[in-house]
């Protein structure tokens, strides 16, 4: 007698979905690392990525700080560009003639007053957007940033500014530098957030020994790479454990096994910045297939039954 066919698994499920945005895999090109230029979204579909995060804009262009504004030390960089943009109406004009959008595009935005997000979400609304994120996390321009994304009352404010002007879901960015990540995750899930990113870059700087100076233009930059992964995984598992929406993963990803870790420890969905400086955009199929592989060995069906597997170690 044959022995039984056996039927053939499906293949893991990878796609993520948060409302109306939707992504056939879980990563993301991070905000900031590849520039200003939308031009590069094809590439970056190309590539393999599920979305792209563009770079934080405000209402006002912005020069950002003198050179040097990164540095690379041992596992990451620390950079201080200072938020440089073309501003709201020139970055509008570019996206209204954006030929092709193969993957979703997440607006990054930055701002001091909760009004001023209302007014960025609302000029956006009829644009090819997918989702917006709310820089409340750069570590080295004041005002904004992480100046505002410690204190709960206005990342509420902002929050529910962007919220209501918004058709889209609306992520938090936060950062790792603050004393209760909890606190300022919940702030901002309580307004109405769709979804929280941790993290920024946590505050860091270099000098020069034989100088004595400091490197950066700016004294003070942000740690981003291999060297802020650790903390970013304990941001995620905290944040995760504590509030109800998801919390998409970042910081020092740079292979499909770090993307799992961070999904163990409770991110739906992860963003890769940095990497793509060490090894180029070729990092994306890199992390998703590696991810698949991951899952089918495991005989997991999506990445939903990996999501905050850690969780269960008491
Ligand atoms: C050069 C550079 C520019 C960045 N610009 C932004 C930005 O404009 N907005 C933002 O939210 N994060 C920005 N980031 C932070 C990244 O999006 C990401 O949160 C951080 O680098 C940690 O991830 P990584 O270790 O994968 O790079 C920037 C990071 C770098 C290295």
């Keep these: 007698m044959k022995p039984p066919e056996e039927t053939p698994r499906a293949a ?25 230029t939308l031009d590069i979204l094809p590439r970056v579909a190309g590539a393999g990525a599920g979305a792209m995060v563009t770079k934080s804009i405000s209402i006002e262009p912005r020069e950002g700080y003198r050179n040097p504004t990164v540095v690379e030390v041992e596992g990451g960089y620390v950079n201080a560009i200072g938020l440089s943009n073309p501003g709201l109406e020139a ?23 909760p009004d001023e997000f209302g007014h960025m979400v609302s000029t956006l609304e009829s644009t090819p957007v997918d ?15 992480l100046e505002v994304g410690q204190d709960p009352e206005a ?20 950062s790792p530098n603050i004393a209760d990540i909890v606190e ?22 270099v000098i020069d020994i034989e100088t004595g100076r400091p490197i950066l233009s700016n004294k003070v930059g942000g740690l981003s ?32 096994r770090d993307a799992v870790e961070f999904m163990l420890a409770g991110a739906s969905a992860v963003q890769v910045g940095s990497a793509v400086a060490y ?36």
Excluded at 12 to 28: E, T, W
């Design 279 to 314: 090894k180029g955009l070729d990092v994306f199929k890199e992390i998703v297939q590696g991810i698949q592989k991951y899952l089918d060995r495991h005989g997991l069906k999506s990445i939903g039954e990996l999501v905050g597997r850690s969780h269960s170690y008491q």
């Design 155 to 174: 990342v509420s404010q902002i929050t529910k500014s962007a919220k209501k002007s918004s058709s889209r879901p609306v992520l938090v960015k936060v």
């Design 91 to 113: 970055f509008v004009k570019d996206l209204v003639t954006l030929k092709e959008k193969p993957i979703p595009l997440v607006v990054s935005l930055f701002g001091s007053e």
């Design 131 to 145: 989702c917006y994120e709310i820089n409340l996390s750069c570590p080295h321009v004041e005002k904004v940033g």
């Design 225 to 256: 790479g291999p060297a802020v992964k650790p903390i970013a995984v304990r941001c995620v598992y905290d944040i995760s454990r504590k509030v109800d929406i998801p919390v998409i993963g970042c910081g020092g990803i740079t292979s499909w």
């Design 12 to 36: 893991p499920q990878l796609s993520f979905q948060l409302g109306s945005f939707k992504m056939k895999n879980p990563v993301m090109l991070a905000s900031g690392v590849v520039g200003v």
């Design 184 to 205: 300022i995750a919940s702030a901002a899930a309580d307004a109405g957030a769709d979804g929280i990113t941790a993290v920024n870059t946590a505050r860091a700087m």
